[in-house]
């Protein structure tokens, strides 16, 4: 069975203090690895998607890493407008199409 | 923004009275899914469809069913809706790269 575990539950930071969020996932074969950020009231909205060890993506503040066991998402000098719920997922080659399994999330706020 | 649109968007029902929520797509997306996501539990996949008429289930289906008679529209039912059901639903969609997927706003039901 496909596990995902995200730490820690929640993460609070002071404005420009740098950080990162864990991933550790369990799959028979990974297709590809996902990360979202998610708004109080609002849907998940797509940040990357990481397929192998070693691949790493940026956006803005966000730079996403991957190795064969864990992600982590790092923050650079993250500011108020960061804070969210980010959700890791995973989907396993070789199954059903593109059905992802989800991590509870990690709720980051940033403090001006 | 994926196009997708969910109705309603906040419902209040009774105990024992069936409840059909909307998903409906602009962009002639293939795969369509339904989630719940619930304190203490990631997003957990419900039902999902890989066309017009062609759904399986996820890992909640139990008092769930779904329809697609076309391919914007994707219904979630539930027949006789209990409390354990309270939940936040959301609809997703596969993206062009067939891979990522990508969330609507999300329908909040409560079961009283």
């Known amino acids: 069975e496909d596990q995902v575990t995200q730490s820690p539950e929640a993460l609070r930071l002071q404005e420009g203090e740098s950080s990162s969020l864990n991933c550790s996932y369990t799959?028979?074969?990974?297709?590809?690895l996902f990360w979202y950020r998610q708004d109080p009231g609002k849907g998940p909205e797509f940040l990357f998607t990481?397929?192998?060890a070693g691949e790493e993506k940026e956006k803005e503040r966000l730079k996403a890493t991957l190795t064969k066991k864990e992600s982590f998402l790092h923050i650079t000098a993250p500011k108020p407008e960061d804070s969210a719920t980010y959700l890791c997922?995973?989907?396993?080659?070789?199954?059903?199409?593109?059905?992802?399994?989800f991590g509870k999330g990690i709720t980051l706020s940033v403090r001006p | 923004d994926a196009g997708i649109t969910q109705s309603p968007r906040h419902k209040v029902t009774e105990t024992g009275t069936p409840v059909t929520l909307r998903c409906h797509q602009t962009e002639n997306h293939r795969y369509m899914y339904w989630y719940r996501q619930d304190p203490g539990h990631g997003l957990r996949l419900i039902h999902y469809s890989y066309g017009v008429k062609d759904t399986d289930k996820g890992e909640v289906s139990d008092g769930y069913s779904v329809s697609r008679s076309k391919t914007e529209d994707f219904l979630l039912t539930l027949e006789s809706a209990t409390s354990s059901q309270t939940s936040v639903y959301f609809c997703?969609?596969?993206?062009?790269?067939?891979?990522?997927?990508?969330f609507g706003p999300g329908t909040r039901l409560t079961v009283l």
């Open positions: 997703a969609i596969t993206g062009l790269a067939d891979n990522e997927q990508f």
């Open positions: 799959v028979s074969g990974l297709r590809g």
């Open positions: 997922a995973v989907q396993a080659s070789g199954g059903a199409n593109s059905k992802l399994t």
């Open positions: 990481l397929y192998s």
